[in-house]
């Protein structure tokens, strides 16, 4: 049992790994598919702002109002703007955009594309003589990868804003101080990084969506399956992929 | 039996110069033996009928000629090329001359009619002007009677509307082999008989050879020049319809009963 477990885990890390070999040999040489690429970043990109703006003004608003009392038993409440746009720079906007992303962007390029190889529409590009793994995955990969960071960039100044309303629900802190602690606090030490992680967490989005969708068989069972399991392993990747990345800026003493 | 013994091709129009031959062909799926040393010739301007009960790897046939499966051993030369010798930019170049219309049609859901038809243009003639490329749309629409639905997504479409939209986008780029599984099935008999009438008519028009992968007797009697039979993952037994029709062979006879 635990055998077949680790025999299906390395057939799949290594098919996957084939899938990424694949992406990297077809991105980058023409025919460049710029129209598809950018229609991709508008479904992945722009149609996912509402969500991701709702979800980080509300975790930058909830996390200033439940920092705020273990601050002020410390008397140390002026620290609350400093605190909150450290914590959410460096880890809440990029992880928790990352995962609404892997929810949002992962099933539905799984659902797709697994639906459009179950009918047959991917053979069909195939037997026209078009390459469907670079109309289909290199454009989705590289728009999930370029499209996820401006995602959290927005949604860094959207729960800062959320804080900044967080910290005036019990206390009052004017406009003006409260940016400049911000801006005072945060360095390119902690936005520049923060900012990298999150083109790889765009590209394992896109990435396991894909490679979940093009292999997808079984019928419409098989479709659900593929959207299923690519917003599960990409979740966990962006968790892995953040541990990884707070362990290598530890280690270059970025921080 | 007829077995071997090759009948006479009732198509003067054809030449002898084969643009498919498969030879001694064989796939199996673990051990579901498929194809067993298959060999068959599609000549220029021929429409070859294959005729088999489902699950015999008629649509394996096809699919092992346009290289979207690769048979386990044997040769199958399409346009002058072995197809499992082929790699990835040699197999598009032959591709775009083979034309492949599927059972479930496989348009592309997200794109309009004219969408799909520009895809493999947009590909394949890449120093094509706008004019030209809707000109060719046109022209396709055309053919196949359906010029009004050009700006409809495929979800618009009635089954025998997909069916035809496919047949134009199979077309667009003038191929000079089509292969078709099982056009006609899941249509009713007045439509199916309209899709077999077009086909003919078209393959006159374009100057195409084909093979056509059909239950349908009506179909195969409208659109055959040749009828192979694929029994047993072999080529049993090949020739007109009328001949076969009056085979005293017992597993001939089951199919034109």
């Known amino acids: 049992m635990k055998s077949k477990f680790l025999q299906n885990f390395l057939s799949e890390t290594g098919d996957i790994s084939r899938f990424t070999a694949r992406f990297f040999a077809e991105a980058f040489r023409p025919r460049y598919e710029l129209s598809e690429f950018l229609k991709q970043c508008f479904f992945i990109g722009y149609k996912s702002l509402p969500l991701v703006a709702i979800t980080a003004f509300i975790m930058g608003l909830v996390i200033t109002i439940q920092s705020r009392p273990t601050l002020v038993e410390f008397g140390a409440e002026a620290w609350l703007p400093k605190m909150v746009s450290v914590s959410l720079v460096r880890e809440i906007a990029p992880v928790i955009t990352a995962l609404i992303c892997a929810g949002k962007v992962g099933s539905g390029i799984g659902a797709e594309l697994g639906s459009m190889k179950v009918t047959e529409q991917i053979d069909a590009m195939e037997v026209s003589g078009t390459n469907p793994f670079k109309y289909l995955v290199a454009t989705r990969v590289l728009a999930a990868t370029l499209t996820i960071p401006i995602l959290v960039v927005l949604a860094d100044a959207v729960s800062l804003y959320g804080g900044y309303l967080g910290a005036n629900i019990h206390g009052v802190v004017s406009w003006d101080l409260f940016w400049n602690q911000v801006f005072d606090t945060l360095a390119f030490s902690d936005i520049i990084p923060s900012i990298l992680k999150t083109f790889f967490f765009g590209f394992a989005i896109g990435i396991i969506g894909c490679y979940k969708g093009y292999n997808s068989n079984k019928g419409t069972e098989g479709v659900g399956r593929s959207a299923n399991s690519a917003v599960v392993i990409s979740s966990l990747l962006v968790f892995i992929l953040d541990l990884l990345a707070v362990q290598i800026i530890d280690l270059l003493k970025l921080t | 039996m007829i077995a071997q013994a090759q009948l006479n091709n009732r198509i003067d129009t054809t030449n002898d110069m084969p643009v498919i031959q498969l030879s001694h062909v064989y796939k199996s799926f ?140 199979t077309l667009i780029l003038k191929p000079e082999i089509i292969l078709y599984d099982e056009p006609t099935t899941g249509l009713d008999p007045i439509t199916g008989k309209e899709i077999s009438n077009l086909m003919c008519e078209l393959a006159k028009k374009y100057n195409t050879s084909s093979i056509v992968i059909s239950h349908d007797l009506n179909c195969v009697k409208i659109v055959a020049d040749k009828i192979v039979m694929l029994i047993d993952g072999k080529c049993y037994a090949q020739g007109s319809y009328e001949d076969l029709q009056t085979s005293d062979d017992e597993k001939i006879k089951l199919f034109f009963k």
């Open chain 2, 30 to 169: 673990g051990s579901n033996r498929v194809l067993q040393d298959f060999t068959f010739d599609l000549k220029k301007g021929e429409n070859v009928v294959v005729l088999g009960k489902s699950g015999s790897g008629k649509s394996v046939l096809i699919k092992c000629i346009i290289g979207l499966i690769k048979p386990d051993s044997g040769t199958i030369n399409v346009l002058g090329q072995n197809i499992p010798d082929l790699n990835h930019s040699q197999l598009d170049k032959i591709r775009a001359k083979v034309g492949f219309l599927f059972q479930s049609n496989a348009l592309y859901d997200s794109m309009t009619v004219r969408e799909n038809l520009e895809f493999p243009l947009r590909r394949h003639r890449a120093n094509m002007t706008t004019n030209q490329i809707d000109e060719l749309v046109r022209e396709a629409l055309n053919s196949v009677g359906l010029e009004h639905t050009v700006d409809m997504t495929p979800s618009e479409l009635s089954g025998g509307m997909k069916k035809r939209i496919a047949l134009a986008r």
